[in-house]
């Protein structure tokens, strides 16, 4: 499927260093992430969603994709910046595309002005809705075991990146702070087709943090090479608490699929970072159809994070998996194999190395 090469989609951590170029004018950072492993699963779905047996083999982004990027500013006087970003996703199992949306720059590829007003973007960019849901995840929207799954096995990449969109960015203001996005779509015969929006509202002091976004999209007119257009209405709250080493979270999403599943995503966990060299953390996900009930799944998931350096990561997750009725939900978006799951029971696990340059 390839709904799995959304992998990820927003866990790119932001340290980075500036190649030879950038140093020099202080105005472009290369960035990126490469992150492989080996994933076991007990059970795997074939075509027609029957067990099809264990899987082992390597994995791709197991904890977070693999991407780089460049991001870049100039200061035009008065506060105000002109900004850029790029962004593609790779394939450290083959050295090809992966998590990218199937163009180079598919994952981002914008520019716009930042200053006091807050910040204005164009191009293809990740929506507020998708923004929002990474920032109540207690696990950081792994790849394998987190709030990213359900969020794949819903609606594919509709909402992730939002191609010919425009946004804006508030500046924080007495620890509020909104965004909105529209993406106009339009093809020929019908101004609707694939247009898009979403809006969210934060508000964050440090110790506690609540958002909530929503986000509207229609079918169609997304031309890229993995459609970005399955039409769904989108709706999420979300709840942080921070209390020294230990970090506590809780989510509620809506996905409501035209034709398909109106799920109902409750989900919550912790994020302990009170070891030197250890992250632990772990979260439980519960789906229920709002159309059928006896459509329903819960997943658990773990996982320690072994920080061999500041830019180098060892770690291993396990996740299980109880599917009802008609509910697909698998365990990782870095795999098609196990992005949908089967009815019953499965478990499994990963073991990887990431790096941040």
């Not at 067990?51 to 977070?64: P, S, V, Y």
């Not at 976004?213 to 709250?237: I, K």
């Not at 709002?290 to 320690?304: K, P």
């Amino acid at each position: 499927m390839e709904a799995a090469r959304t992998a990820g989609w927003l866990v790119v951590a932001a340290a980075a260093t500036v190649s030879g170029m950038a140093q020099a004018q202080g105005s472009v950072t290369l960035y990126g992430v490469v992150d492989a492993g080996f994933q076991y699963v007990s059970r795997t779905a074939n075509a027609q969603g029957q067990n099809a047996g264990r899987t082992f083999a390597m994995t791709d982004g197991g904890a977070g994709p693999s991407v780089f990027g460049l991001r870049g500013a100039e200061d035009l006087g008065g506060g105000l910046k002109a900004i850029f970003g790029l962004e593609s996703g790779i394939s450290l199992a083959n050295g090809g595309f992966n998590n990218s949306n199937g163009n180079f720059f598919g994952r981002q590829a914008w520019v716009g002005l930042t200053g006091p007003f807050g910040s204005v973007k164009a191009g293809e960019q990740f929506s507020p809705f998708f923004l929002t849901l990474f920032d109540s995840d207690p696990r950081g929207f792994s790849s394998f075991g987190s709030g990213i799954v359900p969020y794949g096995d819903n609606v594919f990449l509709t909402g992730a990146v939002n191609a010919r969109a425009v946004s804006y960015s508030s500046p924080k203001i007495a620890g509020f702070e909104g965004s909105v996005l529209f993406a106009p779509g339009g093809v020929a015969g019908d101004f609707q087709a694939g247009r898009q929006w979403g809006a969210s509202l934060k508000y964050d002091n440090g110790t506690v943090m609540v958002n909530a976004a929503v986000y509207d999209g229609n079918p169609d007119g997304q031309p890229t090479p993995v459609p970005t257009g399955v039409a769904f209405w989108g709706r999420t709250l979300g709840f942080a608490y921070r209390f020294q080493s230990l970090t506590v979270k809780a989510s509620f999403v809506n996905y409501k699929v035209a034709g398909a599943f109106n799920s109902n995503v409750y989900g919550g966990g912790v994020d302990y970072t009170g070891f030197a060299q250890f992250d632990l953390n772990g979260g439980v996900w519960y789906t229920s159809d709002r159309n059928d009930t006896s459509n329903h799944s819960l997943m658990g998931a773990a996982g320690v994070n072994y920080l061999l350096s500041k830019r180098t990561t060892l770690y291993g997750q396990f996740a299980v998996v109880n599917n009802h009725g008609a509910m697909n939900t698998g365990f990782s978006v870095s795999m098609p194999q196990i992005l949908t799951g089967v009815s019953g029971t499965t478990f499994g696990a990963n073991l990887g190395i990431r790096h941040v340059f």
